[in-house]
């Protein structure tokens, strides 16, 4: 998955987020294996945000479109959204209609759908997915980039199944909100981390700004 993760640390009152600790603090230049560290200067990694969905389960994906979201996102590119079979399948709507991919999901945000005492839907979840994404609503010449899209596709199957659990359905604003936004803004802080680090090897930031902020 593209270099290495983000580590932070701090020195000269400043986070210093990076791939690897330097020799030498890029602030301050003091040698960073000459002194004993205080327990906060200590680095830390950051949890990269980005899962691969061929290895998660029943699970809402967003992922861009084009591209993977630490090499070519920026921020405003379209993205696409999927759902994942207890096998790793990504269950996928676009203009070709319902796909199956095994591959190219491998950097997105996930949602997991199903909590793991489920046992029920679990075992059920593969025919339902398969079942769903059979019908004539997912023929391809009812796509339509606005109205009838991939995330049409994937909320209606969520609202699918809470409708036979007896639960009520999510509109998109509510969905979006309660489940999507949280993480992607988590990932937005980190593309940001990872862009920054890429063009200029160092993301520095006070160690103040970064409370007020709730940076990463």
């Known amino acids: 998955m593209d270099k290495a993760g983000v580590i932070k640390f701090r020195h000269c009152g400043k986070d210093i987020y990076c791939f690897s600790v330097p020799e ?3 602030v301050c230049r003091e040698s960073l294996s000459s002194r004993t560290r205080r327990l906060e200067e200590a680095p830390v990694s950051i949890p990269n945000p980005f899962m691969n969905g061929q290895k998660v389960t029943s699970s809402f994906l967003v992922k861009p479109t084009k ?3 630490l090499r070519e996102y920026d921020g405003s590119s379209d993205l696409h959204v999927g759902i994942t079979s207890t096998k790793g399948v990504v269950y996928n709507y676009s203009e070709a209609g319902v796909c199956r991919d095994q ?3 491998e950097q997105s945000v996930s949602i997991p759908l199903v909590q793991p005492d489920m046992y029920s839907l679990i075992n059920q979840w593969d025919h339902y997915l398969e079942q769903f994404s ?5 023929d391809p010449q009812r796509y339509e980039e606005h109205e009838h ?3 049409t596709y994937a909320l209606t199957f969520i609202n699918c199944l ?3 659990q007896g639960k009520r359905q999510l509109t998109k604003t509510v969905f979006t ?3 999507v936004l949280p993480r992607t803004r988590r990932a937005s802080r980190y593309i ?3 862009q920054e680090i890429s063009h200029k090897s160092f993301y520095i930031v006070d160690s103040s700004q970064r409370e007020n902020d709730n940076c990463v």
């Open 103 to 105: 591959h190219g999901w």
């Open 192 to 194: 940001t981390l990872y």
């Open 162 to 164: 809470l409708a036979t």
């Open 24 to 26: 030498c603090c890029p």
């Open 134 to 138: 059979s019908t004539d609503m997912w």
């Open 149 to 151: 899209n991939c995330y």
């Open 177 to 179: 909100e309660k489940f």
């Open 67 to 69: 591209g993977t979201f």
